[in-house]
């Protein structure tokens, strides 16, 4: 199993950036599919951003295409998600995922709140 806990949610004006941090522990994540989900009151949690491998191919939701950029080091056993031009509609608890393959995420956090002001 892995270990994942989130950090570096706030409160944030529209149009500001947001790092997001991802810290796992318990193994390695260099073999695995990475992800950022995100569930804003009222809604279900729905999918953000990935990075595969061996590829590192990453996936956005379109929601979020051209704002935020997902990144990986496996170095440090960790992941972010950079937010740019944030939104209020962006305003969610955002959550770390990971999994083996496509479509299969079995580790998560507890998720950081994100919260975007007018």
């Known amino acids: 199993q892995v270990q994942l806990v989130e950090s570096g949610g706030g409160l944030v004006q529209a149009g500001g950036s947001l790092r997001l941090s991802c810290a796992a522990s318990?193994?390695?994540?260099?073999?695995?599919?990475m992800g950022w989900f995100r569930q804003a009151p009222g809604k279900e949690r729905e999918f953000v951003a990935s990075v595969s491998w061996p590829t590192g191919r990453t996936n956005y939701a379109d929601s979020v295409k051209g704002r935020f950029t997902v990144s990986r080091d496996n170095a440090k056993n960790m992941i972010y998600l950079q937010m740019n031009n944030l939104k209020p509609e962006d305003t969610a608890v955002y959550y770390c995922?990971?999994?083996?393959?496509?479509?299969?995420?079995?580790?998560w956090g507890q998720g950081t709140q994100v919260t975007v002001s007018s």
């Open positions: 995922a990971a999994g083996p393959r496509l479509g299969q995420y079995d580790s």
């Open positions: 318990g193994r390695t994540i260099s073999n695995l599919r």
